[in-house]
């Protein structure tokens, strides 16, 4: 089965800072894969030169057969991003900020209501569609704004941080969600600091530090690896380079 | 303020209607993004206010502010007449003055402290008719009708005005006194006569108001090109990369052109919108001035004070355009010359905004780029016309200058057609180079 998605020997460099150095990785379609390093590690770099906002010094990543150097346009009809950061408009209320992305990816008028309305009610948002995004909780905030990416149902959903700062109830409704979107046979690539998310969610991982990967394979081939059944003490070791894969 | 929305709560009342209406608009990404930006700005209280609220009503209260303080109309000014000689001659003077009206006069016959009665502001003017000013006058000689004002207050300038013109009058009569007996008549004093001969393109005669509205149109379409749409522009350049929503939109499968260019459709609706309202306040300036000055517009049979208001108005209006031009091809060459002038204002605010990594900082390189470019366009209303060639080729002055052929030389094709073609050019270059900058990754994350 070919990879949702494939980057070949990722690069970028800002000024001095070799922030992503010669990634590759792949994921399978209809999987979770979890992205992970420590803060500074690259991983927000890596997902933007996947979803195209930043160009790649060198290297590839190619999206659903894809390539994002030459059809970043392609590339982009057929994912759904939450960058780092939320990006919503404070003056637009919560519904007009889905409108208006469900819009620019042309979606029909009946489909966008319906669609709008069965998200903003699952991640109980939908008595704040009134509201300005600027007035909603940093976690109704992630919320919105993971409803945005998964709005038009794209194949491959790119996530970077999903969960952070949302509380218990909406982490669970947003991770049961990830899951659907997978068993219906799409892609999600999701950046985390979560070790237990991982564990309980990823079907593969890529580990990165200081830019370069560090692991990539199964979370199960991993545990059976090292031996360790802690994720959280498998990844401090992966980064302080006492083991090795 | 209800009207836009209850910000506290952060629910959105009014805007709403508009915001909603985005599920059914078309597809098309600049109209999707045009009517995101309208929405969004529509909020924004504060600039809403500053850039169209504000001067809807302080340019008429500007205009007419000032011509109701000094008008005659509303108060006359108080002039003082001191009558320190009681001959006939002096007596003749006074009674010419008080015919004369328009003023509250009150006449004294004794001495008074002229600087006091003007500083304590008693009086607007004092005239003084001196001892021995009808003994002059009888023994041929010249005399003098003093005048004690204050040289800050318009009042005093107007007062001196109406006086003069009864001194006037009274003047041309003794000299046709004195020239009786000798059998010569006033033009023996007078042989010399001005006359005047407007010499105009069109070869009709101009009213005042078509010479100001000549300098004040193009003007304002000028300053509509400087400022664009001017915070609402630099918001949705620099405030959306300030507030890191750029990022996210530039997922989606959408053209970065697409996106510029329904900014530059949202942008060019607010110049559009800044531009009519001001220029619209300052004709209801205008007609606020003329229903000021419309004594003598006197309409009898049946119509109202605001009748005559109406009157006074619509002349005023139709005087701000010269005789035998039609009105129609003026506003539509004026909408025109301010898509231009809007256009160009917001490319030189992306283009700027584009160098800025913050708001404050785009503001700042937009001001100098707009000084020098507003330099030229100051010249207009005094350059003689040899030098106004040049000005048709500057940018953002051509646009100036495209308004300024349209009311002055319409029949000026060759002009018309210089200015039009040099602001669409420079209109040109500076969208293009626009797009190269929008969108840029050193913009975005650098
Ligand atoms: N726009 C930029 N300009 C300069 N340096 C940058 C820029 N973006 C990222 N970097 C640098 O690149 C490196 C990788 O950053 P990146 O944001 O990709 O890390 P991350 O793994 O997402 O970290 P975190 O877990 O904190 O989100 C860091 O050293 C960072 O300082
Ligand atoms: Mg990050």
Redesign the interface.
């Known amino acids: 089965m070919p990879a949702a998605v494939a980057t070949v020997g990722l690069t970028k460099a800002f000024g001095d800072v070799v922030a992503v150095d010669g990634v590759s990785f792949e994921v399978e379609e209809g999987s979770v894969f979890g992205f992970l390093g420590p803060n500074g590690a690259g991983k927000t770099t890596t997902l933007r030169m996947i979803y195209g906002v930043l160009r790649p010094d060198s290297g590839d990543a190619v999206v659903m057969g894809r390539s994002v150097t030459r059809d970043p346009r392609g590339v982009r009809e057929v994912i759904g991003v939450m960058p780092e950061d939320t990006g919503l408009y404070p003056r637009l209320t919560a519904e007009e900020n889905l409108i208006y992305f469900g819009k620019l990816r042309g979606m029909e008028e009946s489909e966008l209501r319906e669609r709008v309305r069965d998200l903003l009610t699952r991640l109980s948002l939908w008595e704040k569609r009134f509201t300005l995004a600027d007035r909603l909780s940093k976690g109704m905030r992630a919320k919105l704004t993971f409803a945005r990416a998964v709005l038009h149902e794209p194949p491959v959903l790119l996530l970077d941080e999903p969960t952070s700062g949302v509380d218990v109830m909406s982490a669970r409704e947003i991770r049961g969600m990830m899951r659907e979107h997978a068993e219906a046979g799409k892609t999600v690539v999701l950046s985390t600091h979560n070790m237990w998310e991982v564990q309980k969610l990823c079907e593969a991982v890529a580990v990165i530090n200081r830019g370069k990967v560090v692991y990539r394979g199964g979370v199960e081939d991993l545990e059976r690896l090292t031996g360790l059944r802690e994720f959280e003490e498998i990844f401090v070791r992966l980064v302080r380079g006492e083991i090795t894969a | 303020m209800r009207l836009w929305g209850r910000i506290g ?4 009342k009014v805007t ?1 209607g508009l ?2 209406a ?4 078309p ?1 098309a ?1 600049p109209v ?2 045009a ?2 930006e309208i ?2 700005a529509l ?2 209280r504060r600039t809403i206010i500053n850039t169209i609220v504000l001067p809807v009503v302080l340019i008429p209260l500007a205009m007419a502010i000032p011509i109701l303080m000094v008008s005659p109309k509303t108060t006359p000014p108080v002039v003082e007449l001191v009558l320190l000689d009681d001959g006939g001659a002096a007596g003749r003077l006074a009674s010419a003055i008080s015919d004369q009206g328009g003023m509250s006069l009150v006449v004294r016959t004794g001495r008074v402290n002229t600087s006091a009665e003007i500083l304590g502001g008693r009086a607007d003017l004092v005239v003084v008719i001196p001892e021995g000013f009808t003994a002059n006058l009888t023994s041929g000689l010249t005399a003098s009708v003093d005048y004690y004002y204050d040289p800050f207050s318009m009042k005093s300038s107007t007062a001196i005005s109406m006086v003069s013109a009864a001194v006037s009058r009274v003047e041309e009569e003794i000299v046709s006194e004195r020239l009786r007996p000798l059998n010569l008549s006033l033009d023996y004093v007078h042989p010399l006569v001005e006359r005047e001969f407007q010499v105009t393109s069109t070869g009709r005669e101009v009213s005042p108001e078509v010479v100001v509205g000549s300098m004040m149109l193009p003007m304002m379409v000028g300053v509509i090109a400087i400022t664009g749409a001017g915070t609402f522009a630099l918001d949705m350049i620099a405030g959306e990369r300030e ?13 970065r052109l697409s996106i510029l260019a329904g900014k530059y459709l949202a942008m060019t609706f607010f110049s559009l919108l800044a531009g009519l309202s001001t220029i619209m306040a300052s004709i209801l300036g205008l007609i606020l001035m003329a229903e000021e000055f419309s004594a003598g517009l006197q309409v009898t049979g049946g119509v109202g004070p605001s009748g005559i208001g109406q009157a006074a108005a619509a002349a005023a209006a139709a005087r701000l355009i010269p005789e035998g031009v039609n009105p129609a091809l003026v506003l539509a060459g004026v909408v025109v010359a301010m898509i231009l002038a809007g256009l160009t204002g917001n490319a030189v605010i992306v283009m700027t905004s584009s160098f800025a990594k913050t708001f404050k900082e785009a503001q700042q390189y937009l001001g100098a780029t707009m000084g020098v470019l507003v330099l030229p366009m100051v010249a207009v209303p005094y350059l003689p016309p040899p030098m106004m060639g040049p000005l048709r080729l500057a940018p953002v002055t051509s646009i100036a200058m495209l308004v300024r052929d349209l009311l002055v030389d319409p029949g000026n094709v060759a002009a018309l057609v210089e200015s039009f073609a040099s602001s669409v050019i420079y209109l040109m270059l500076l969208l293009i180079v626009s797009a190269k900058l929008f969108g840029r ?1 050193s913009v ?2 650098g």
């Open positions: 709560s952060g629910e959105v709403r915001g909603l985005g599920y059914g608009i597809k990404a999707v993004v009517w995101k929405t969004e909020r924004d507030r890191k929503t750029i990022e996210a939109l530039l997922t989606a499968p959408v053209g990754e975005i994350f």
